[in-house]
């Protein structure tokens, strides 16, 4: 019986041994600078009530069920962005597109090292999701931005 259970274990280590060179290989061959995909271009001012209560539609979202990306340009901050978080790693924005008065508050997530670019006044592009914020007296849309 010894004997079997060395062998299966010889057997279990020469397997595992292939299946990490193979893995190896395949990983090897990625590209090191991961995407994001996102669903469509859509500029800030184009979300209105009717699109979220559209979204809405598509409820829950979830692993199997992703909430929809989308991407905007010409965007700027209003002028207030900081580092928020306990390691303040993450970005409390106003985002608005150049020309346009309205605003939509914004969280960067892990995005921090971005302030700069973003304090620079120069327009930039996000890649966010479109989040509901409701407090007791009112309600609104708000951004939840993507590493990009």
Excluded at 102 to 119: S, T, W
Excluded at 127 to 135: R, T
Aim: proline share 7%; hydrophobic share 40%.
């Amino acid at each position: 019986m010894l004997q079997g259970s060395r062998s299966y274990l010889s057997n279990t280590q020469t397997s595992k041994r292939l299946f990490e060179q193979v893995v190896a290989q395949k990983l090897a061959n990625l590209p090191h600078d991961p995407k994001i995909c996102f669903d469509t271009q859509l500029p800030l001012s184009k979300i209105t009530e009717k699109l979220i209560a559209v979204l809405k539609r598509f409820e829950p979202f979830g692993p199997n069920n992703l909430s929809p990306l989308f991407y905007a340009d010409n965007v700027i901050d209003t002028g207030f962005a900081k580092a928020i978080g306990k390691d303040e790693k993450h970005l409390k924005l106003n985002l608005r597109e150049v020309g346009s008065p309205h605003y939509f508050g914004a969280v960067a997530f892990d995005l921090a090292d971005r302030l700069p670019i973003v304090e620079s006044g120069r327009p930039f592009s996000i890649i966010y999701s479109i989040e509901e914020k409701h407090m007791e007296w009112y309600y609104t849309p708000s951004v939840a931005c993507a590493r990009h």
